[in-house]
């Protein structure tokens, strides 16, 4: 499966350990990489690392050669992890993760969470994930991924339960835990302003900020500002859907893969909060889908964006998942919104009201962007 991601933080083949390692010279079209490989393993002093992390390098090489700074590589966990977060939920246990002086894994349960249900109590040292030990040191991000899994399927967890630090075993069956990617809340300065921040374009986000807005309404909001500020993008087709829940028609985006036609994105129908005014919150870290929704909105004349010029990101990466877990990141398309100008080299969506760097705070772009919406009533 590949996957159509717009983010500043991230057809491609993978070379199995056989054709790396004992390829024969005159076939492979690494020669220059198979006699590197070769005089180190010979020859080195000290041992080399094991084959994925000499593979893992050779990836990030390939990839720094070729130059594209959002053309990346992910291993295993960190593309675990990632893939949680656009997805906007995840197979857990519901436990908060925590460490203790000596670097073990502490748990916290959730309330009303498959870990607390099983018997796992607050401050359990964590000492195995099924057959995997883990002991100092160890990456909390790495236990996250061991722990995480299918919904419905079973995990077993080692324990060690202080103070006498009684090992237990304990089995649990993963629910479905979800990631927020939006919140919301009434401005307390203003409570006919309904405030919506989204810190991700994830799957969920559509959904998350039509139920946002809806709340919003039902509790007297008669305006919104949309907080997009320091939010690097995601997922495309979550960024459209959510640009989409404000408009009511027209065109959205174009995009384009190598030489293939123009893609057209466009209103499908009437959204739900076409008729609330809205204000977008921007600075210089909202980026790529980010980009798309405040881009569309300010296009349409649907939106003031408030804030300082976005980080100018045109492009589209596929994900493409590799054998062993980890991901490759490649450029693979450009996308651009009709009828909106860009600075000469910059792809910056630039704010309708400009904020000075004396005015860097919250409540100095909340403020700013009341008296933005106060025109549009």
Do not use: C
């Not at 460490?99 to 502490?106: A, K, N, P, Q, T």
């Not at 916290?108 to 498959?114: I, L, R």
């Not at 881009?295 to 492009?315: C, E, I, M, N, W």
């Amino acid at each position: 499966m590949v996957v159509v991601i717009l983010s500043t933080g991230f057809a491609a083949g993978y070379l199995t350990h056989q054709q790396l390692f004992f390829a024969g010279n005159a076939d492979s079209a690494f020669p220059l990489v198979l006699q590197a490989h070769a005089i180190l393993k010979n020859h080195a002093y000290a041992d080399l690392p094991g084959e994925s992390q000499i593979q893992y390098g050779m990836i990030r090489g390939m990839l720094q050669a070729y130059g594209d700074p959002f053309t990346s590589f992910l291993e295993p966990v960190q593309s675990t992890l990632e893939s949680h977060s656009l997805q906007g939920h995840f197979g857990g246990i519901g436990v908060r993760l925590g460490m203790d002086e000596e670097g073990y894994v502490l748990l916290f349960p959730f309330p009303d969470g498959p870990a607390i249900e099983a018997g796992l109590l607050e401050g359990d040292r964590l000492v195995a994930v099924g057959e995997t030990p883990f002991t100092p040191p160890v990456a909390i991000e790495t236990v996250q991924a061991a722990i995480r899994g299918p919904v419905g399927r079973p995990v077993t967890l080692q324990v060690a339960r202080p103070p006498e630090f009684e090992l237990i075993e304990i089995t649990m069956v993963r629910r479905e835990i979800p990631i927020p990617s939006v919140t919301w809340h009434l401005e307390p300065s203003d409570p006919s302003t309904g405030i919506i921040e989204i810190n991700l374009i994830a799957a969920s986000t559509p959904d998350e900020v039509q139920r946002a807005g809806q709340d919003l309404r039902s509790r007297g909001a008669q305006r919104l500002v949309m907080d997009l500020r320091d939010n690097g993008g995601g997922l495309l087709t979550a960024g459209i859907d959510t640009a989409r829940l404000f408009l009511e028609s027209g065109e959205i985006m174009h995009q384009q893969y190598r030489s293939q036609e123009v893609e057209i994105y466009r209103v499908q129908k009437p959204g739900p909060l076409v008729d609330i005014p809205l204000a977008i919150l921007i600075n210089q870290n909202t980026a790529s889908a980010a980009e798309i929704i405040a881009g569309a909105l300010q296009a349409h004349g649907r939106a003031t964006l408030v804030g300082f010029p976005t980080y100018g990101k045109d492009s589209i990466q596929l994900i493409f998942p590799l054998q062993d877990g980890s991901s490759l990141h490649v450029t693979a398309a450009k996308w651009w919104i009709p009828g909106l100008k860009h600075p000469e080299d910059s792809f910056s969506l630039q704010p309708d009201v400009l904020l000075t760097p004396e005015t860097p705070h919250t409540e100095n772009y909340i403020q700013s962007a009341l008296q933005a919406l106060s025109g549009q009533n």
